[in-house]
């Protein structure tokens, strides 16, 4: 039977504020407890839990491994509360040395690989912890930081780890939250130690704190150069630019895969590829550029393949010894993920757990505020270690000097430790110890080595009071710290040096379109159905070419492989297509609405080569127009150009080229009224509804035309062009509503 609901515990509430409330703490979960990193340890949750519990079982460097589906058991049944897949996915990427800077995790087994195949099941793969992990938990038994009860109650976790390495820049993070995003790139920990070095030094010298360290980000670029990354690759991006990311927190940075040029002898080369960009799979880049290659998109490659064993072996061949390498890499950086751009976005959780964008010297400081914060507090936890134990010693030298007594009080006395502690004034501490001493201890020779004990860890004592008062002091134990860890990660080990090549941004190779593609002449033919095709040669006879059932020829021209086509559409937009790109002349091609995205209802009003430097006069059935120059017309998506604005009830329908010494422009209406005027009457644009050419009581433009008063204006015949120079009759002011046609021009109202 189920249980009625006591009406005193319903809340009413609106759905918006319950569903604002809900969603509110889903966001916060999110950006705290899954997405985003502490700055202080670099660490998401699933990862410092990971590398948690790899230590309780054990797992240091020098031990042996065990099982990966044992630690997920564990993170899984006591620290994090998620699917045991996505805690073994974390894992392995710890472990992984192409996605890891400084891998957290010693995997033996398939961990998957560069080509983006997956790791094997958890059964089958072992771990233990690196050097670099044992780093970050050093010091946690020592209340170096704070612990919290896990999700259970059961046991307790650290909220973050005491870090004694720069987790955070040095092998970056990644993670989208509600709202928020993170992306930090991995960063070599010889340059971070540097900077900090600089940081603690400038501080020394200075009356500034290190919180409020001015160090100039120029500075800082000095040290830290730029990012590098795990896979390599060649960092091209100016100081500037990187400068301006790592003052803002934000930015991003070019990288480009390394490359070598292997000699074949007889003038005949190939290209090596050595080093691919950051998180790019090796085969799907292969595959893609395969793809590119097939569709006739690098013309200067003949082939790629691979040849790669445990390095990178990328080799490209190209089309002719003429082709020049610089170049034909330079063309494949711009088509292929040979070239990517990294973000950084320095989003991370501060020591109070509040998300916000840092910027570089901000999260150094951060890290170091943390090293001093771990310092102080291990410091006093010694301390208070070192305290007990004098206590102690205490009590077992009074022991040692009255040994005979305390013999006999514990031997005669019913309750020894009450009279122990009144007849030598000792601690509960003192008489514990001393009640728990080994027959074996009491020998002369012990008793000195208390002493000599008490002695040295009063010595100690002192120095660690000494240190917890004086500042200066505790940041020249950091610096140490610093000094070691550059030493053992240096450039000079094969961890700590240098992947990424820092290189100035390549000046712009601007590769000629004739070397891209092999110039080829094609006649081009579009139908009244909208399909399109590009036969071989400069036909001439036309009529010879077949269409589907019910349709027919609409346009044709003459054209060159590299020359690119401009789509002149009834919705006011021109699109620009490569010649290249239009399928073969055989069958009846493909519809145009494949290449440029010309919405339903609207049809191509006209089509023509890109010249460059010409003027168009464009105009609506409205009646309205403009001249534009050729250049601002060339679109760069399928989406096109937006340049002649119609209504809802209009449509671009007339195009015509201005010649150079064009005075005037004729127009035409579906009333076969023409009107000439000056062309000086029309404005140039680049966008717009343009102005009223002609003036209708019914009907609509049908065409239009520029030309030179005298030369004439001309149109098409059956028999050919045909010109008429005696056109007074037809002068006018723009916007006036013309004269009814001459004789002889065609009953369409087409000029052309």
Known sequence: MSKLVDPEEIRETRLADALSERYLS????????????DVRDGLKPVHRRLLYAMRQLKLDPSSGYKKCARVVGDVMGKYHPHGDQSIYDAMVRLAQEFAQRYPLVDGQGNFGNIDGDNAAAMRYTEARLTEVANLLLSGIDEDAVDFRDTYDGEESEPTVLPAAFPNLLANGAAGIAVGMATNIPPHNVGELCDAMLHIVKTAKHTTESI?????????????????????????????????????AGRGGFRLRAR???????????????????????????????????????????????????????????????????????????????????????????????????????????????????????RSHHRLGKIEHRLE??????????????????IREEDDAKKVMMKTFDLTDVQVEAILNMRLRQLRKLEEMEIRKEDKALKAERGELKELLATETMRWRVVEDELKELKQTFGPKSDLGRRRTDISEPPSIVIVPIEAMIEKEPVTIVYSEKGWIRAAKGHLEDISTLKFKEGDQLKFWL?????????????????YTVGVDKLPGGR???????????????????????????????IASDAGRGFIVPEDEVVAQTKNGKQILNVGSSDEATAISVVPDNADHVA???????????????????????????????DGDLSDVQAFNLKEGVSWQTGSGMR??????????????????????FPSNNRFS
């Not at 889903?26 to 899954?34: F, G, V």
């Not at 919405?599 to 080569?609: L, Q, T």
């Not at 009224?673 to 404005?683: A, R, T």
């Open 26 to 37: 889903y966001a916060l979960s999110t950006i705290m407890s899954r997405s985003l990193p």
């Open 259 to 377: 490359w070598e040029l292997e000699k074949l002898g007889q003038g005949l080369f190939q290209i090596v590829i050595t080093d691919i960009p950051y998180q790019i799979q090796k085969s799907r880049l292969i595959e893609k550029t395969a793809e590119l290659l097939l569709a006739k998109k690098l013309p200067m490659l003949a082939d790629i393949r691979d040849e790669s064993a445990e390095d990178v072996r990328i080799v490209l061949e190209p089309k002719s010894r003429n082709v020049e390498p610089e170049m034909l890499m330079e063309h494949l950086f711009r088509e292929t993920e040979l070239e990517t751009r990294i973000s950084l976005n320095l989003n991370v959780l501060n020591k109070n757990n509040v998300p916000g964008v840092m910027n570089l010297r901000e999260a150094l400081i951060a890290f170091l505020e943390h090293r001093e914060d771990v310092l102080v507090r």
């Open 392 to 409: 102690v010693l205490g009590g077992l030298l009074i022991a040692y000097l009255n040994l005979d007594e305390v013999i006999r009080i």
């Open 558 to 574: 003459h054209a060159e492989t590299t020359d690119k086509l401009i789509i002149f559409g009834t919705n006011g937009r021109f």
């Open 723 to 744: 010109s008429e120079t005696d056109l007074k009759a037809w002068l006018g002011k723009r916007a006036s509503a013309g004269l009814i046609k001459p004789k002889g």
């Open 667 to 697: 127009v035409i209406g579906a009333n076969r009224k023409v009107l000439i005027f000056p062309i000086d009457e029309l404005p140039k644009m680049t966008r717009g509804k343009g102005v009223i050419l002609q003036r209708y009581k």
């Open 211 to 247: 919180t409020n360290s001015r160090v100039t980000f120029e500075k800082l670029v000095e040290f830290v150069q730029g990012p590098d990354f795990p896979t390599g690759g060649v960092l091209v991006e100016s100081r500037e630019n990187v400068i301006e990311a790592y003052r």
């Open 587 to 617: 069958g009846h091609g493909e519809p145009i609405r494949l290449m440029v995205d010309i919405p339903n209802g609207h049809d191509v009003v006209k089509m023509m080569k890109h010249e460059g430097g010409r003027r168009f006069l």
